[in-house]
């Protein structure tokens, strides 16, 4: 099956410093792959969509200054939280799409990165 | 606006079967997702449904009815690991995935 992976899993950070988070598609081509964020008992909210080779789409409320994305690659997407605080302290999913998407358009969802911002 | 509801909580014994609902409005529909989360963990693929029906994937079915935008996941013979919270989503006509807030499943011995 599709496989994501995420890197790192965790991370702690201070306030102020910035945080890079890693998103590979490892068995597959993804021309897109989106990325979440899910507070505790809270559902996932898309931040942005990442289309490889252009910009990033971002949601309504997201700083696209503050959440850089780079979609490098077909199998690389990389999230970076800018000058980090304590309130982006979240659980942060990415997920990608293959290119042929299949007959399900099916996303395929990374492990997850818990960022802990001090 | 676009709008999927799902029940909060829900509880079920051990061996037992469980339904759990799902209502959605949004702006077009390419099909309906099922995912399972564990707690601290990302969501993992349950079923996909884009046609009218029952899709059955051994304990777990997933039925579609998209002209009442109504969808339910049906858990049958109950494990404890089934406890998780199970997220409906819909994608919409610009391949969006909406996500509902998720049903925690508790199942109690």
């Known amino acids: 099956g599709a496989v994501v992976s995420q890197h790192p899993s965790w991370v702690i950070c201070k306030s102020g410093t910035s945080v890079k988070i890693e998103c590979r598609s490892l068995d597959f081509q993804a021309t897109t792959m989106f990325w979440y964020r899910q507070f505790p008992k809270q559902s996932l909210m898309l931040m942005a969509t990442s289309n490889e080779g252009s910009k990033a789409t971002y949601e309504q409320g997201v700083e696209k200054d503050k959440f850089l994305i780079n979609h490098a690659s077909l199998t690389l997407s990389t999230l970076t939280v800018t000058s980090a605080h304590p309130e982006d302290s979240s659980f942060y999913i990415c997920?990608?799409?293959?290119?042929?998407?299949?007959?399900?358009?099916?996303?395929?969802f990374g492990p997850g990165t818990r960022l802990t911002v001090l | 606006g676009q709008n999927i509801d799902q029940p909060t909580e829900m509880t079920a014994t051990e061996g037992a079967i469980v339904q759990i609902n799902c209502t959605y409005q949004?702006?077009?529909?390419?099909?309906l997702f099922w995912y399972q989360q564990h707690a601290g963990e990302a969501p993992t693929f349950l079923s996909y449904?884009?046609l009218d029906g029952l899709e059955e994937k051994g304990r777990f079915s997933s039925f579609l009815s998209r002209s009442k935008g109504y969808s339910y996941l049906l858990l049958k013979e109950l494990q404890m690991k089934d406890s998780a919270s199970y997220l409906c989503a819909v994608l919409d006509s610009n391949y969006q995935l909406i996500w509902g807030a998720g049903t925690k499943l508790i199942i109690k011995p």
């Open positions: 997920s990608a799409r293959a290119v042929t998407g299949g007959d399900t358009n099916e996303q395929f």
């Open positions: 949004t702006s077009g529909f390419n099909g």
């Open positions: 449904n884009v």
